[in-house]
Structure formats: C-alpha cells, structure tokens
C-alpha cells in the first residue's frame, strides 16, 4: 500500500467524520423540535389519572378517547373551526381578489398618481399590527362589526403584504403579451383574467396558503372583537378552555392536535408552496 | 417603481380614449384600485391617523365628542410610569433573548441541511412545521413541559436535582423560557428563508474561493454572508419587529408575572386600553411602540447595509 | 359624574315621553307580528354553573312564564370570565351591548355609566319583598336599584377527609378557631406527605384576595376608608401578610409556587388537606372522586370578629340607544323571573340565591351538598357574618392587576411581606384611578 492510498482514506474517514455529525446535529435538533408534538399526541389519549401522575408516560398505558368525544360533542369546537375556516377563508378570497385587482392597477395600468398609492401601502408595512388596535376597535365598533365575522375578515383584509407581493410579480411580467392581447382586441378585464392571473397561478397560490395559515392563527384581534362564546375561532376558544375554573389536561392536548389537524393537512399537501411563500418574502425571487 | 413608457400604437390608441373627459385608463386605474383602498383606508389608514388623536385625549369611549383634549399628557405620563418601563425592559429583555437565537439557529440549521445531508425533505418539515401552529396551540403544549409539578421537564430534572424550578414561576427563567418556546415556534421560518438565499449563491463563487485556497471560514465570510445579506436584514428586521410585539405568551402562560417579569409592551398596551379602559393611554403606548421600531430598522439597514 | 345627573324619576319619565315617538316606528320591525321579543342575555358562567343557566335559559324559552301577549326569547352569549368585562365593557361603550348582563355587585359603582337603573323601567317597591333584605341593599346603590339580586356567593374551607385521617384528625370535626386550625396544618405538613393548605386552588391574585381579606377583616382590619383609599396596609394586614409569608415558608403548609392552577390539581390529586374557595366549588368537587368535607372560615388568629368574603351576581340593564321602552319593560321581567323562580340556582350551582321563598323551598333544600355546605353558608347569612367585595367607584374590582402582589407574595417573590403590601397599595391606587 502506497502513502497516497493512506492519505485517501485519511481524507475520507475525516470527511464522513463530519458528515456524520452534521446528520446528528440535524436529526437530534429535529428530534428535540418534534418532542413537545409527540408528547403531547400521546397525552391526548390518556385517561386522567395518568395525565395528574407526576410521572409522564410517553406511550399511553390505556387508551382513551373520551377527551375526543367531549371536545366533538360536548364543547363548540365544531363551531368554532366552522367560525375559522370562515373568517380564514373568506379573509383570504377577498385578499386574492382586491389585492391582485389593485396590483394589476398598479402595474399594468397607466394613470396619475399611482406611485404615490403605492408609495404609501409600502409606507403602511411600517406600521405594526398591534399599535394600531385601540384606533382599530372604535372604528369597528363604530360600524357595529364587533362579534361579527366581518369584525374580523375586513382588517385582516386590509393587510398590505398581498399587494406588495403581487405588485413585484406582476411588475415583472413582460409587456409583450399583454400588447399581443390588446392588439387582439382584449379589454382590460380579459387581460386580469386571462393572460395575467393565469401567469400569476403559482404565487396566488402561496398568497392564498400563507394568508390562510396567518389568519387562521390570529389571535389578539378576535380576542377583542369577538365576546361571543360561539363566536370564537379556534385559537381563542382554546385559550378559554384552558383558563377555565376546571383543569382538564386531557382536554387540553386533545383540543391542541385537533386545532392543529386542518392545518397541519394542508401543510402536508402544500407544503412547498407555504415555504415558497415565506421564501418569496425573504428573497424577493420566486425560485 | 416609476411608470412604463408605452410605445405601441394599440397602447396610445387606448390612452386617448375618454369617459366625461378623463383619460380612460385613468378611470380604469381607479376603479379597480377602489376596492382594496377602501378597505386600507378604512382599516388601517385611519385607525392610524386616528390613533394619534386618541393619543392627545383623555379618551371617553362612551362619548368620544367630548374627550378633553390633553396635548401631550399621555407621552408625559407615560415616561414617568414605573409599569410602562418595567413592560419596555421584559420587551427589550425577550428581544435580546429570542432574536439572536432565531437567527443563528435558522442559519445554522439552513447551511447544515444546504450541505449533502439525507433526508432534507423530512428535516425541513420538522424544522418549519411548528411556524403554522397557533399561538394559542403552541402554549398549550409548552405548559404541560414547563409545568413545575407535573411537566415533562422537572420530572427528569428530578433525577438529577432535589427541588427542580418553575419554569414559568420564577423571576429568573420565565422571560428566558417563553423566548426558548418562541425560538421553537418560529425558527422555521427564518431556516427556510435562509435555506432558499443559501441556494441561490452560486456554486461557482464558491469554485473560485477554493481555488484561491480559501478556508471553510473564509468562504463562509467572504461569499456566503455578502451575498446573503438581503435575506439576512429582512430576517433580522422582521424578527425585531415581531419580537418586540410580544403579546399572546405572557398573556396565556404567565399574565405578565411572576412581579411583572414577563410584562412587554403590548400586553400593557392591551391591559391599558381593554383592562383599564384608558384608550388614549393605550394609543400613546403604540405610538410610541412605531417609533421604536421605526429606530431600530433604521439601525439595522445602517449595521448590515444592503447589496443595492 | 353625579353631581349633574339627573334623578331616576325625571329621567324615566324623560325616557317615557321620547320613547313614545321610537316606539311607534320600532314597533313595528320589533313587536309586530308574532315573531315577538328577543332579549339579548351575557353571562360569563363556567365549570359547573354554565349547564345550569343554560337550563334555566332552555326552561324560560320553553314554558313563556311571563304574563305578556308577545312571544320572549332569550338569547343567551356566554363569555369566559378572563374575558368577560372587558369584553362587556368595550361593547358597552361602543353602544352595542345586550339587553340584560350578568355584573357583579362590586361593579354597580364603578360601572354606573355603562348601566340603566331598573326602577326605570320596572316597579321596584313591587317586587322588594320578593328578596331578600341583604340581597336588596347589595343592589341599592346611590339610592338607585342598579341591578336585581341574584345570589351571594361567599367563602368557605374545603378539606380532604382521607387525609385529615391520615394526619390523625378527626375528619368528621374539622377545625373551628385558629388553635385547631393551626394544629391541623401542622399535623398535615408534619404526620403526611401531602401538603396542608392553599389560599386559592387556582392560585391566582384574585382568589389569594378573596382569603386575605377575610383573615384581615377578623382580625378586626380595615380594607378601604369611606374616601376609598386602600388602608389594607394595617396592624391586621400586616399581620395576615406575614402569616402567609409563613404558609409557605417555615410552615411549609405549601410549595412557594405561583403556578396557575395548582391547589385545584392537588386538592383533586389528594395531594392537598384544605384549601379556601366559593360556594361554586361544590359542582367541581361532586364530580371529582375526594372524599371532601366543609367548614367556616372563620378561624383567622386573633380574631376579634367574624367576617366572611362575599360578592353576588347581579342582572344589570346595559344602556342602549336602540331599545325601545317596552321592550326595556320585559327585559326587566325577564331579570325578575331569572332572579326569583329558580332554585337550581343554589340546588345545583352551590350558590345562596336571592329570592327570599328560594331558601325554604324543597328544590334548593334537597341538594345534595344541603347539609354539607349551604346549610352552613346559610347560617353564615343568618348570623351577618358577611361582607361585600368592596363596591369601589372607579376601576375594575376584578381585575388581576389589582391583585397579583398577593400572589406574588404567597410565592416569596419580593424580599418581605412588607414589600408586597406596600406594591399592593400602589397596585390598587393605579387601578383605582382610571
């Protein structure tokens, strides 16, 4: 055997080395990251003399889906996911429909002042959420939307990031096939919706998961607008079961899977597209 | 932004035409653009503007006609309030704890799995999944693991020390415990930013690197960070400002306690306006909220600088 | 704000004359027709008190015991308790608020300006008697009757028998005075591993009042001057904030833990002797598998009197600009008949309802828990052991902010028991401010 063989397998003995940790650091923090869901799964159908055992079992004893059962049948949780499929969906319909209208405005259409419109929606990403909740809630209230699914849809809506996404899409869309289209005779509508939303398919369809995702967690402003008990979403009921008089763990864990199951489906099936949304807003590319 | 020059003639044919004397595509322009600024000037334009009149009253929400006009009072009182500082310094205190760790962590985790490892696909839907969990869902679980008596955490602490602590009850750990939560919660996505700005390098700036003979480190610091520097500041900009309106886990978990150790701004914010019924106290605490975060993007544009 | 007010009569009759113009166009949309009235109703009942109204809501839709030609329904709207007044709050000022609302009688000051007094719309001198004479001067606030009584629900001490026999006591003659009290923690803490003694099981700042403030009112303290300053920080108060220092200190009676929740878990664990709460515990513990048992808590040291916490639910009338007077009449019968024809209220939810014929009625005397707790809750009553959750002018009576220094203090989070009631009356003097 020769040096330079040695020195070979030198060279990968170290290189595997470090690939090996790499793969524990990885698995191991994806383990830690993945601890807290199976934790919770499993209590979820413990019966409740071993959830108040300070002794935690990790595979469950004796199952039970009595938590299941009351959240289903007892509780409002049905409503409360219709509430939130509502409020998240009708939120992100509307957001598609007004704001790609208004991108489309804003960068296929030609008039006065539209740098300034635009010019103050991106000013309008400097203002934070919350510091606009106390103003926000008197005018609500004013137009009598509080409790109502309304209360909730119409700020949501008026959330800047769509537009500002689709503003940069649009924007890059070359000229050239919407003046094949004019010359053919095409009106503005059948431009939007016939060469424009088409081209623009892929990052509606991230704009739609992500604003989905963002609205069906939501949390402090339905906390204030809805008193409602039945009005709730998901996230504000949960929170009230939780704070109620009774302790009730196995509740507790049951309501958290199920209020995570919705979401955690369409994450399965679209999950590239959420991550490319994500990525979009933290790149400026659609790759 | 700027606006296109048209050239074509179908384009300059349509630019003529009029409706009551205004330009068509005008008319066009605005009519579609109406239904979202609508909506924006009512939801947040507005509440904005309005907010700042709120601001300069003693706001009587049951007659707001007649709140009496106090100039500058609330600002006044509120840098003279001991609670108000004691909400800033738990705000700025998690900011510190949490923001650093999403950002290390996310890049850290982003570079690993950029590398030939098995298994990206699985190791990027674990690491991102908990970002599309609910705040509310997210501390559910968090308390069955910090609990003092009965989570997951001090019963095998038990084993290793007599009298394990509270997590969420102890002056100490809570603040530092609800940004380790909030590093689990969010850290997906700043990982997959920066995984997708990782990807965009490209491989042979890296080539050029190694033929010049440089280290891993040196690669690290004279191609990858430059040239991830945009997803960088927008991680970091966006981390500050989301951080610092830290609301719904010191509501959940820890009412702000224990003694107002994990008091922040915006959970004042809420008690003020909601609680206390002091409206115009509460939009003097978000305006001053704006102007912090205003400063702090200011900083950050100045400290990482941008490509452009 | 009362100074310019003007008297309930005039203004009834103010609201009579401008209501005749509204009533005649509302009535139509409202009245007309046979799809009658419906009063809207908060509440902000939980745990074992929610199925409860909701019977008695389902009972009211149902049978139509009010004398009135037009068909009543109530629609009731639950908000959890952390919610509750906020949310009624900020509904109220925004003028969209319910017919009826559950309020607790410390509110009926403070909240005047969100409330209409119910001598407007219904005749109070009628309907007194059907009351009882304790409950009715909780409602009579300023010379105004703010609201109809529904209960009172006061304090008691809750124990665990099996571990009172495992202590070597007696579980069937709990403690009576602070000698005996004393002597049973200490046998818990010492002949057990359980713990002996919580303040609250939910071991929150409000809960930690609610026991405070009865140990500081049997040791003959003062909680607030006529002028509404807190005076809490007294001889009494001292002394009641350094024996719970010591409750979970060198007593060791319980961990010095501020966790949310913990007395309910170890008390249903039978990890825990005794602990205080409200009547409302009842419907809990009769679900749980303890073996529990009730005493007075009127076993303060030193005492000079005794002196037990109390508030009591109450149905206000929110103010609203669309309720025409009729319908503002019925809403005001429909507070009578909730407030007096149903004894489920103290059968099934624990509490001393309000209604004076409620008390002697076989319903209320054939609870389960009679003997156990409301019978001694009721002797309680008969002996004015009593005092109110102070009806303060200003603020929310409730709010947890007002609180958590005892909380804070019951965990050892300041560096004495003096720190935290200096910070309590600090706490209480923001809160009182508004």
């Known amino acids: 055997m020769t040096d330079a063989t040695t020195e070979q397998t030198s060279r990968f003995d170290d290189v595997s080395l470090r690939s090996l940790g790499t793969h524990a650091v990885l698995y191991g923090v994806a383990l830690l990251m993945a601890i807290p869901y199976l934790y919770t799964i499993s209590r979820s159908f413990q019966p409740r003399r071993y959830l108040t055992d300070p002794q935690p079992y990790w595979i469950p004893p004796e199952i039970t889906f009595d938590h299941y059962q009351y959240l289903l049948t007892e509780s409002l949780f049905v409503q409360w996911t219709i509430n939130t499929f509502v409020i998240a969906g009708g939120a992100t319909i509307i957001i598609l429909v007004i704001d790609s209208m208004i991108a489309f405005s804003l960068t296929r259409l030609d008039w006065p002042g539209q740098s300034i419109v635009m010019g103050v929606i991106l000013a309008s990403f400097m203002v934070p959420y919350y510091m606009n909740i106390v103003p926000l809630y008197t005018v609500v209230s004013d137009l009598g939307l509080v409790n109502s699914y309304w209360g909730v849809i119409l700020p949501a809506v008026a959330s800047p990031l769509g537009v500002f996404l689709l503003y940069q899409f649009f924007r890059d869309i070359p000229d050239e096939y919407e003046e094949a289209a004019r010359l053919d005779g095409f009106s503005t509508f059948q431009i939007y919706y016939r060469i424009i939303l088409p081209l623009a398919r892929p990052i509606l369809a991230s704009l739609a998961l992500f604003m989905f995702v963002y609205n069906w967690n939501a949390f402090l402003w339905p906390l204030i607008v809805l008193s409602d008990e039945s009005a709730y979403t998901l996230p504000i009921g949960l929170v009230n079961l939780y704070q109620g008089n009774i302790t009730t763990p196995g509740l507790h864990m049951a309501v958290t899977v199920l209020a995570s199951l919705p979401l955690f489906v369409v994450y399965l099936f679209f999950q590239g597209e959420i991550v490319r949304a994500v990525q979009i807003q933290g790149t400026g590319t659609t790759g | 932004m700027g606006l296109r020059n048209r050239f074509t003639t179908g384009e300059n044919e349509r630019a003529q035409q009029t409706v009551f004397g205004v330009r068509k595509e005008t008319v066009e322009g605005i009519a579609w653009s109406l239904p979202y600024l609508a909506v924006f000037s009512v939801f947040l334009v507005w509440p904005a503007l309005k907010g700042f009149y709120m601001s300069l009253h003693n706001w009587d929400p049951f007659v707001p006609s007649e709140s009496e006009f106090i100039g500058l009072e609330n600002y006044i009182e509120l840098f003279n309030d001991p609670v108000f500082w004691d909400a800033m310094k738990g705000t700025i205190y998690f900011v510190a704890l949490s923001v650093p760790l999403l950002v290390l962590l996310g890049l850290g985790l982003a570079l690993g799995v950029n590398k030939n490892v098995k298994g990206k696909t699985v190791l990027r839907a674990i690491y991102f999944s908990p970002y599309i969990l609910t705040v509310a869902v997210v501390t559910l679980i968090w308390s069955e693991v910090y609990s003092e008596g009965y989570g997951l955490i001090n019963y095998y602490l038990g084993f290793v020390m007599s009298d394990p602590p509270g997590w969420l009850t102890s002056t100490n750990l809570a603040m530092p415990a609800l940004a380790f939560m909030t590093v689990w919660w969010l850290v997906g996505f700043n990982f997959v930013i920066f995984l997708a700005a990782r990807q965009g390098v490209p491989e042979r700036l890296y080539e050029a690197a190694r033929l010049d003979g440089a280290s891993t480190w040196r690669a690290f610091k004279d191609v990858t960070l430059p040239q991830m520097r945009n997803s960088i500041l927008f991680v970091v900009i966006i981390q500050f400002i989301l951080q610092f309106q830290v609301f719904a886990q010191p509501f959940v978990l820890t009412s702000g306690g224990p003694r107002g150790s994990t008091d922040t701004l915006v959970y004042y914010l809420y008690r003020s306006a909601f609680s206390q019924h002091q409206y115009g106290y509460g939009a003097a605490i978000g305006y001053v909220l704006v102007m912090i975060l205003v400063v702090i993007a200011l900083i950050n544009f100045k400290v990482i600088g941008t490509n452009d | ?434």
């Open chain 3, 1 to 434: 704000m009362t100074s310019n007010r003007i008297s309930s009569k005039s203004r009834r009759r103010f609201i009579k004359s401008a209501g005749v113009a509204g009533t005649a166009s509302i009535a139509g949309c409202i009245g007309g027709g046979s799809s009658g009235y419906t009063i809207s109703f908060w509440e902000l009942f939980s745990g074992g008190e929610g199925p409860v109204m909701e019977d008695i809501v389902q009972k009211f839709n149902d049978e139509q015991p009010l004398d009135v030609d037009e068909e009543v329904t109530i629609d009731r709207q639950r908000t959890p308790w952390d919610q509750y007044y906020n949310n009624l709050y900020t509904t109220l000022a925004g003028g969209s608020g319910p017919d009826l609302a559950v309020m607790h009688a410390a509110y009926l000051r403070a909240w005047n300006k969100t409330i209409v007094p119910m001598d407007d719309y219904i005749d109070t001198g009628e309907i007194e008697g059907d009351y009882l004479d304790n409950h009715w001067d909780l409602v009579s606030v300023e010379d105004e009757t703010r609201a109809l009584p529904m209960d009172l629900h006061p304090v008691g001490m809750y124990y665990n028998k099996a571990i009172f026999e495992e202590a070597g006591l007696d579980p069937e003659s709990p403690p009576t005075n602070w000698e005996e009290f004393e002597a049973a923690g200490n046998a818990i803490a010492e002949e057990t591993d359980k713990w002996a003694f919580s303040q609250t099981p939910y071991n929150d700042g409000f809960g930690t009042w609610r026991t405070w403030s009865t140990f500081v009112k049997q040791q003959g303290g003062e909680l607030f001057d006529s002028d509404w300053n807190p005076t809490f920080d007294g001889q009494a108060g001292q002394n009641t904030s350094e024996l719970f220092w010591d409750m979970t200190g060198d007593m060791e009676w319980s961990p010095q833990t501020t966790e949310a929740d913990w007395g309910a878990n170890a008390f249903e664990n039978g990890d825990l002797g005794m602990t205080m709460n409200g009547t409302w515990y009842v419907a809990t513990l009769e679900e749980s598998d303890i073996d529990w048992g009730f005493f007075k808590p009127t076993i303060a040291p030193n005492k000079t009197q005794d002196q037990v916490w109390t508030d009591g639910h109450t149905i206000v009338m929110p103010r609203s600009q669309d309720r025409d007077d009729k319908k503002s009449e019925i809403a005001a019968e429909v507070a009578h008949w909730l407030t007096t024809e149903n004894p489920e209220w103290g059968a099934r939810a624990g509490h001393l309802p309000a209604a004076a014929d409620i008390r002697e009625s076989e319903v209320f005397q054939n609870a389960s828990f009679y003997d156990k707790t409301l019978s001694k809750y009721l002797e309680m009553a008969e002996e004015d052991m009593y005092f109110y959750h102070p009806k303060v002018p200003n603020g929310d009576p409730n709010s947890e902010s007002w609180y958590q220094w005892l909380l804070d203090m019951w965990g050892h989070n300041y560096a004495s028991p003096g720190e935290a009631l200096d910070d309590g009356i600090s706490m209480v003097n923001k809160g009182l401010e508004e």
